[in-house]
Nanobody, 125 residues
Framework: QEELVESGGGLVQAGGSLRLSCVASGRTFSGYGLAWFRQAPGKEREFVAA????????YYADSVKGRFTISRDSAKNTVNLQMNSLKPEDTAIYYC??????????????????WGQGTQVTVSS
């Protein structure tokens, strides 16, 4: 069962843009916080961005601030990640996640208990 499914990854040149989407299947996550994480080969899974259940507050890793934008659409039961000015170091598998973290733990993988299977993003030099 895959209740969160990511799409939109691919190969893009440095400086280009991609828009990732994550759609919930079989249930709604309107009452959950949603987040994006990424994992590069040989690296730990790291936080990218998060958005509260009411879309009233967003959080970003320092490495993506000013370049990435997270948003959600409750009507479509989706969370999106607009990625601009992509860099080779953004190359990773990107995962969406859902949970109910307290504010101090929104950046931790342990705070989320629903995960998608991931979508590959590759940025060439």
């Amino acid at each position: 069962q895959e209740e969160l499914v990511e799409s939109g990854g691919g190969l893009v040149q440095a400086g280009g843009s991609l828009r990732l989407s994550c759609v919930a299947s079989g249930r709604t996550f309107s009452g959950y916080g949603l987040a994006w994480f990424r994992q590069a080969p040989g690296k730990e899974r790291e936080f990218v961005a998060a958005i509260r259940y009411n879309a009233g507050m967003t959080y970003y890793a320092d490495s993506v601030k000013g370049r990435f934008t997270i948003s959600r659409d409750s009507a479509k039961n989706t969370v999106n990640l607009q990625m601009n000015s992509l860099k080779p170091e953004d190359t990773a598998i990107y995962y969406c996640a859902a949970g109910r973290p307290i504010m101090s733990t929104v950046r931790r993988t342990e705070s989320y208990y629903y995960w998608g299977q991931g979508t590959q993003v590759t940025v060439s030099s």
